[in-house]
């Protein structure tokens, strides 16, 4: 079995004190009104309660807030479906991981919803799919052709189910959602 070689280019967690996540959730409410291009320093401040330097103590500029935010994400749901790439396919271990990490995304739904429906950016769905492509490199037969079919299925159908403000963690959906992966799985 070849190394996965999405691993290196996976997001990676970046630890957070309080004030940090504060800039982080006044950066989001910021996002939720209007796009990246025209959120600045001076809104994610006001929206905080800070002053200038002190969102310049912990980041240089939005981007690098956003990057922050996008890989704090993916790192967690990440870290949630841990298991889905050692499990086999049919076992009580793989349904476990999918149980977690949709639990993961319906805990965190409005960010969710926020990255992938509302405003998605090019490098948050740069980062979703190369986490996917992580997490079913293996399962794939590491194609890469396999991999972009099943990306493209599972992001559709999350932003299908949030566009719509349907449930991600209802029985029924983990069950379609693990059914759907064994299906692209096997077919491969």
């Given amino acids: 079995m070849k190394p996965n070689p999405y691993l290196a280019r996976l997001a990676q967690h970046h630890p957070t004190n309080a004030m940090q996540q504060r800039i982080c959730q006044a ?9 990246f291009a025209l959120i600045t320093i001076r809104e994610i401040c006001q929206i905080a309660g800070i002053v200038r330097t002190t969102f310049y103590r912990y980041f240089d500029n939005t981007v690098q807030l956003r990057n922050l935010i996008e890989d704090n994400f993916i790192a967690g749901l990440l870290a949630s479906s841990r298991g889905i790439t050692e499990a086999a396919i049919d076992s009580d271990d793989f349904n476990a991981s999918i149980k977690s990490m949709i639990a993961f995304l319906q805990d965190n ?13 090019q490098s948050f769905m740069d980062k979703y799919i ?5 997490e079913y490199y293996h399962l794939s037969h590491e194609n890469e052709t ?22 991600l963690d209802d ?16 077919a491969f």
Avoid at 130 to 134: A, D, G, L, R, V
């Fill in 27 to 35: 950066y989001l409410v910021a996002y939720h009104r209007h796009d």
């Fill in 109 to 121: 739904r409005q960010t969710f919803k926020l990255l992938l429906v509302e405003r998605p950016s």
């Fill in 130 to 134: 190369n986490s996917i492509n992580y």
């Fill in 146 to 167: 396999n991999l972009a079919i099943l990306a493209g299925g599972l992001i559709g159908f999350f932003r299908f189910r949030l566009a719509n403000n349907l449930s």
């Fill in 171 to 186: 029985p029924e959906v983990i069950t379609t959602y693990a059914h759907f992966v064994r299906r692209m799985i096997n």
